[in-house]
Nanobody
């Protein structure tokens, strides 16, 4: 079956870094766009980043540009989100999702979703 699994979150202090992983199975990984979304407590889900062979690597949230980076290891069916210099405002549940072919900032267009991994930034 189609599966997406996000991992790598945790409780960290401001300024720390994490590498979040999204591992996919059940479909041809490099035929899909893989996006990272996050949802902070009490807020709507927002698109963070996305990668596809058509769109390349994209980071959407202005506040994390220069601090977050998306990358892929197709041999491992894995997409990474490297998050550095974390701030309390980055606290959220982080989800990875898959959409056929092209990246999008619209969560409604993504077909498959992982369980999510929680990032908490607190001193």
């Amino acid at each position: 079956e189609v599966q997406l699994q996000a991992s790598g979150g945790g409780l960290v202090q401001p300024g720390d870094s994490l590498r979040l992983s999204c591992t996919a199975s059940g479909f041809t990984f490099d035929d899909y766009a893989i996006g990272w979304f996050r949802q902070a407590p009490g807020k709507s889900r927002e698109a963070v980043a996305c990668v596809s062979k058509n769109d390349g690597n994209n980071v959407y949230v202005d506040s994390v540009k220069g601090r977050f980076a998306i990358s892929t290891d197709n041999a491992k069916n894995t997409v990474y989100l490297q998050v550095t210099s974390l701030e309390p405002a980055d606290t959220a549940d982080y989800y990875c999702a898959a959409e056929s072919d092209y990246c999008s900032e619209y969560s409604e267009w993504f077909d498959y979703w992982g369980q999510g991994t929680q990032v908490t930034v607190s001193s």
